[in-house]
């Protein structure tokens, strides 16, 4: 059966430090990848979106980047924190196909000092 | 891609009693899809129903889909506490990048 792994579950960094959020995928290949951030109180937004290894669109302006080094792993970072950077991080992972749900993380609580 | 409205923003019922949300969207899909999230945590997929389909159960859950309309509903029967979340709509068309609306804030009352 097919799993995701979201690491780590709550995190307390520093303004203008580096980030590293990680996201893996088990028992699938090929999965089309997200990262969202819900800011305290706001919906779901969507930072980016992968559709395959060097295959990532940012749908959104930020200080945030992501990479996919390998099928199945997907991490979201930042060279330098900033305060409106908090918020609950959630990947999620969708097989291919037309008629598929969505699986979700269980969620990185980020807060920025 | 688009996103779901839902609608109402905000519900609160007795524990009991039912509860309909409702979606609309704008153009066209081959599905649309419900997911749930309770407060702090993932969301949770709740259902699924193609658009060559009007309507579909899964346990206490109701969902109707009108196409023409470009609407759908979502209906939790004999609601019970733990049904209290945020419930998204997410209409999809081929491999859509799902979009995330504000959702319905469902709270069941003791």
């Known amino acids: 059966s097919q799993t995701i792994h979201q690491w780590p579950a709550t995190l307390v960094q520093p303004v203008g430090s580096p980030l590293s959020l990680e996201c893996t995928v088990e028992?699938?290949?090929?999965?089309?990848l997200y990262w969202y951030r819900q800011a305290a109180g706001r919906g779901l937004q969507l930072l980016f979106y992968?559709?395959?290894?060097?295959?990532i669109s940012s749908e959104v302006p930020q200080n945030l980047s992501a990479s996919r080094p390998q099928d199945r792993q997907f991490i979201l970072s930042s060279k330098k924190l900033l305060l409106s950077d908090s918020g609950f991080y959630l990947c999620?992972?969708?097989?291919?196909?037309?008629?598929?749900?969505?699986?979700f993380g269980q969620g990185t609580r980020l807060t920025v000092v | 891609s688009q996103q779901g409205e839902e609608d109402p923003q905000a519900l609160s019922i007795q524990e009991g009693e039912n509860a309909t949300m409702n979606c609309s969207y704008k153009?066209?899909?081959?599905?649309l899809q419900w997911y749930r999230q309770n407060s702090g945590r993932g969301l949770v997929h709740l259902i699924l129903?193609?658009?060559?389909?009007r309507e579909k159960h899964s346990g206490r859950l109701r969902v109707t889909l009108d196409t023409s309309k470009k609407s759908s509903s979502l209906l939790i029967t004999a609601s019970r506490a733990a049904d209290t979340a945020s419930y998204f709509c997410?209409?999809?068309?081929?491999?859509?990048?799902?979009?995330f609306g504000k959702g319905t804030r469902l709270h069941i009352l003791p």
């Open positions: 992968s559709i395959g290894i060097d295959q």
């Open positions: 153009t066209s899909i081959n599905n």
């Open positions: 997410v209409p999809l068309k081929t491999d859509d990048k799902i979009i």
């Open positions: 129903i193609r658009s060559n389909e």
């Open positions: 999620a992972w969708r097989p291919r196909g037309i008629h598929t749900e969505a699986f």
């Open positions: 028992g699938t290949s090929n999965p089309n």
